[in-house]
């Protein structure tokens, strides 16, 4: 199989697996959807990431040797959210920063 084939074969299981966790989700009362919508949100993104094709060919062989391959590599991003969390900090950071300026640059402009 090449690799394209075997990245194919992956997003298509993965796929499968992503719809049957939205179709369970969407069977649960409303503050339980909630409770689980961000980690929807990043089985997207894992998703997204599987259709691109940016894996190398043995790490997609690799995966798909798991029943679950979106389950385990979303534990694996769970496991290890550093640059996640770190990145929603830099977000606060620079927002801030962002309003800073501005209202430096409107005192500048009413001190003139």
Not at 74 to 96: M, P, S, T
Request: net charge neutral; proline share 4%.
């Amino acid at each position: 199989m090449t690799g394209e084939e075997l990245c194919a074969k992956l997003y298509q299981r993965m796929t499968a697996e992503q719809e049957q966790y939205r179709r369970w989700l969407l069977g649960q009362p409303p503050g339980e959807i909630l409770n689980h919508a961000s980690d929807y949100a990043i089985r997207e993104a894992i998703l997204q990431m599987a259709k691109e094709d940016e894996l190398p060919p043995a790490q997609a062989g690799t995966l798909l040797k798991s029943h679950t391959p979106l389950a385990d590599v979303f534990k694996q991003w769970r496991n290890h959210q550093v640059g996640y969390l770190e990145g929603i900090r830099d977000a606060f950071e620079r927002c801030a920063d962002v309003i800073t300026y501005k209202q430096q640059q409107k005192s500048q402009r009413e001190g003139r």
